[in-house]
């Protein structure tokens, strides 16, 4: 009873309290980041260096006026929000923020659960999150929210594609979609697979920064051009909810690349009892930090480079992403026939 | 007997939304219960074990397909009344064609299937797993058909490009 | 880029988009308000419409004698305010026939370069800004403020100088203000490298910019385009060296053109220009002559009847004055201006058309308007 209700419950609760946490205060990271990259300051005044920022615009957003436009599709337009948010949680699901530990000499796992199709499940998840920028779009009734949601529905559909095919070849190294899996299975390969498949790194963060919509890949939401683009007709709480579902995204696809990529919770060189000393750092925290490093390069990027253009995203989405995601992968596939044929043979 | 009474639910709840999918005035709206609807059998694809192709089902078709259809009626104008361009008692018609042939469909596989029954598992699968399992199928059991969806696919992409680009 | 203006019109029942851009809209510079004609995202066709901010300075300047409209003149172009007072105090001293020292004629060098700077500092900021690169907006803020501190410290405003009399300055340079001008030219210069390096060679704003919105020399010229605008188009035409006013006959500086008249090179001349100015700054700062500051001035300013036109090379193009004055009243009979931003404004729906929405702000921001000029 305990092992089957009562733990996964309150690891949800944990991880959703954790998440959402984590989301407000990525609002007041950015910020700051930002600020500093600017020689600004950033907020200030809420609390010292301005720490409680998020508690102070969580407060503002929920006591302003929600407004639906009167032309509005009134239930697609109050679904839109929730469609945003809601896939943007539910993949924290089947992430790993560490192994399996005894926490008062019960064994429990660092993951709400840790399915055999789990790389997939987030691929899929994700890829629901989309209907809440076209449909808030739609539901607006309105030509800016509509031209951003075209934007977004062709950009994570091309987008989606490349990041998919690019998986497929970490699958091939890893030899299984479970995310737990790939990480134990970095752990035995002896490196990152960052080192492994270079090229699928630098298309999974290309392709993360275009299918959450982050700076130069905006333009859903392009302030300059569309005048906020999606949400520019939501106000108040659920505006707040697009906003949270953006960072909620953000922090997915980091930590997704990070299991994938940089070894999920385990110490840098697992295998080396020489720096067994960096074991006193628990899993979960390295995982956190790599995440963490992710992001701040999400927030470094937007803070130095100009916007794409749409049809240029577009194209070098279909004619370079594409492309060298179908390469990497045949590559990967021949290598890793040969590797397997080659241990065949000295087997 | 939990899974009795989830099938039930997801049954009908396929159902409605299909109903809904048909009778919804406002297109969009009739593609949002379409992807519900595709949700769903995803659902029922968990309970009956198949989380490989419940989670295909959402990624392709609601993430992917019904996305193209939302595209593709915020694209087009379709505010207009459709008596004002359609022959309502025609399209009655061909309806009934195609439920009827439909339905003389679903009949030959029901009765299909109760003649020759599908092995219950692949006998010769030497892998575990149901996402190594649906690969060995497709590659050695189905391979033909496979091969054959991927040249009609390709087919379709290449006639799409011609279509939407007149001057190449 | 020939774009029909329906396709697949039988097929599917497309219609063209209107939307209104402005004249609330972030990126339209103030007011202005453009209604764009889309298929897709591409521009069919455009219409400018002005006149959200328009004051009637013009006529205003009809009602008040010729030192008040000076501050006017300040609220035309209020980003490069004292521009605008060099350009019509030196018309009213060409209608006048009063020298001025030639120690104000540097200054106003001088100022006039200083302006030049904040406001393309202005410019630059916004149009990286329209184009999604925030950082650099404020980066270009942060020396523009430290031009407003100058000007403070020698008017004693930050945006609305009045900072020009006719016939010479309204005060004497503070002690110490030369410094603070060669420091300012030290960090500017360091500064123009971190500019240049987020978005000269950055990969992004190339492809934003490069064949966006091209317009050759003689299509500029016809249009009536003017300052850098122009000068991106491959026409070496600049007032200052062309018609030499204050003390630029005395200066020694280049005049950059750009070739290809696009978005980029018009970038490229606004950023040489930067340099440009801070070269003659530092002439006018070295040569500085002794001397008055202000010549002689009759008590009454009441120009004899007649009429001018002076023109000088604002910051956004040629900020033109024309001043008819019926010799009997203190105040001018009729003043009009030819106001650069105004003039350029014309071309953009000439080169906004066949582009993109994402374009249209990366042009506006391309001519560099400001709307108080526009409309006055």
Redesign the interface.
Not at chain 3, 356 to 361: E, Q, S, T
């Given at each position: 009873m305990v092992d089957a209700v009562v733990i996964p419950l309150l690891k949800i609760v944990i991880v959703l309290v954790a998440t959402l946490t984590a989301v407000s205060y990525m609002v007041l990271l950015e910020r700051k980041v930002i600020a500093w990259t600017q020689a600004r300051l950033g907020p200030m005044r809420v609390g010292p260096h301005g720490i409680l920022q998020p508690i102070a615009d969580a407060l503002k957003l929920m006591i302003k006026e929600d407004i639906t436009p009167a032309r509005a599709d009134r239930w697609v337009f109050t679904l839109a929000p929730i469609l945003a948010m809601v896939p943007a949680l539910i993949v924290y699901a089947v992430i790993p923020f560490g192994p399996a530990v005894e926490v008062f000499g019960r064994p429990v796992t660092l993951y709400i659960t840790d399915i055999n199709v789990g790389l997939l499940y987030v691929v899929s998840v994700t890829s629901v999150g989309v209907y809440g920028i076209i449909l808030a779009g739609y539901a607006s009734n309105s030509k800016y929210p509509m031209l951003a949601s075209l934007r977004a529905s062709a950009q994570l559909i091309s987008y989606e594609v490349a990041v998919t095919l690019t998986l497929v070849s970490v699958v091939l190294v890893a030899g299984t979609l479970s995310l737990v899996g790939i990480v134990e299975a970095q752990r035995e390969a002896h490196v990152w697979y960052l080192f492994a498949q270079p090229v699928a790194f630098a298309l999974i963060v290309i392709g993360g920064l275009a299918e959450t919509n982050r700076a130069p890949f905006d333009m859903p939401e392009a302030e300059q051009e569309l005048t906020g683009g999606f949400h520019t007709e939501y106000s108040g709480m659920r505006f707040a909810l697009f906003f949270l579902a953006e960072y909620a995204n953000m922090i997915v696809v980091s930590s997704v690349a990070t299991t994938l990529f940089l070894g999920g919770y385990l110490r840098p060189f697992p295998n080396v009892a020489a720096f067994g000393v960096l074991d006193i750092v628990p899993s979960w925290m390295w995982f956190l930090l790599k995440s963490f490093a992710f992001l701040y390069f999400f927030i470094w990027i937007r803070a130095t480079l100009p916007r794409y253009r749409y049809d240029q995203l577009m194209r070098l989405g279909w004619k370079v992403l594409i492309p060298i995601a179908i390469a990497n992968l045949v590559v990967t596939a021949i290598v890793r026939v040969l590797l397997v044929a080659r241990v065949g043979a000295d087997g | 007997m939990g899974e009795v009474v989830g099938f039930y639910v997801l049954a009908t709840l396929i159902l409605v939304f299909a109903g809904l999918v048909i009778t919804a005035r406002n297109t969009t709206h009739s593609v949002l219960f379409l992807m519900m609807d595709f949700l769903s059998v995803a659902a029922l694809y968990v309970l009956l074990g198949a989380e490989f192709v419940a989670v295909i089902q959402i990624l392709v078709y609601a993430g992917g397909i019904v996305v193209l259809y939302l595209f593709v009626v915020m694209l087009v104008n379709l505010k207009r009344p459709p008596e004002s361009y359609r022959d309502p008692r025609r399209q009655g018609k061909l309806g009934v064609v195609l439920a009827a042939a439909v339905l003389v469909e679903m009949v030959a596989v029901a009765g299909y299937s109760r003649v020759a029954p599908a092995p219950v598992a692949a006998a010769v699968s030497p892998v575990v797993g149901n996402t190594e399992e649906v690969g060995w199928l497709l590659y050695t059991q189905y391979l033909i058909p496979f091969e054959l969806a991927s040249m009609l696919l390709l087919v379709a992409m290449v006639g799409a490009i011609l279509l939407s680009k007149r001057e190449l | 880029m020939e774009t029909p203006a329906v396709?697949h019109g039988a097929m599917?029942?497309?219609?063209e988009?209107v939307?209104n851009m402005g004249p609330q809209?972030?990126?339209t510079h103030g007011v202005l308000r453009v209604v764009l004609r889309?298929d897709g995202?591409t521009v069919v066709d455009a219409d400018v419409v002005i006149g959200y901010l328009h004051r009637g300075i013009e006529k205003l300047s009809e009602n008040r004698s010729y030192t008040q409209v000076i501050l006017l003149t300040d609220r035309m172009d209020y980003v490069a305010a004292a521009t605008n007072n060099v350009g019509y105090c030196e018309t009213v001293e060409k209608l006048m026939g009063i020298e001025v020292p030639r120690r104000a004629r540097y200054m106003r060098t001088l100022v006039c370069e200083l302006q030049r700077i904040a406001s393309h500092c202005l410019w630059l900021g916004t149009h990286?800004?329209?184009?999604?690169?925030?950082?650099v907006f404020?980066?270009a803020f942060?020396e523009r403020e430290l031009i407003l501190d100058l000007f403070e410290e020698y008017c004693g405003a930050r945006l609305t100088y009045n900072s020009m009399r006719i016939g010479g300055l309204p005060q004497e340079i503070p002690p110490g203000w030369d410094r603070k001008v060669r420091e300012f030219c030290t960090i500017m210069d360091g500064k123009l490298v971190e500019y240049e390096e987020?978005?000269t060679h950055?990969r992004?704003?190339r492809?934003?910019t490069k064949g966006i919105g091209v317009i050759d020399g003689a299509a500029a010229m016809a249009i009536g385009l003017s300052g850098p605008s122009l000068r991106g188009s491959g026409v070496p035409r600049d007032l200052r060296r062309d018609e030499p006013y204050a003390a630029y006959d005395e200066m020694d500086f280049d005049v950059p053109i750009g070739l290809a008249g696009d978005t980029y090179d018009r970038y490229l001349v606004r950023m040489e220009e930067f340099r440009q100015s801070l070269r003659i700054i530092r002439q006018a700062i070295d040569g500085m002559p002794e001397g008055p500051i202000v010549g002689r001035v009759p008590r009454l300013i009441k120009p004899p009847a007649g009429e001018t036109y002076h023109a000088i090379e604002s910051p956004k193009g040629e900020l033109g004055f024309f001043i008819v004055s019926d010799g009997r009243s203190m105040s001018p009979y009729r003043v009009r201006v030819r106001p650069p931003s105004f003039c350029n404004l014309q071309a953009l729906p000439q080169l906004i058309k066949g582009h993109?929405?994402?374009?249209?702000?990366v042009l506006i921001g391309s001519i560099d308007i400001v709307l108080g000029e526009v409309d006055r």
């Open positions: - | - | 396709h599917f029942d497309t219609d988009l939307i809209h972030p990126s889309l995202e990286a800004m329209d184009a999604g690169a925030m950082t404020l980066y942060r987020l978005l950055n992004i704003w492809e934003r993109l929405i994402a374009d249209v702000v």
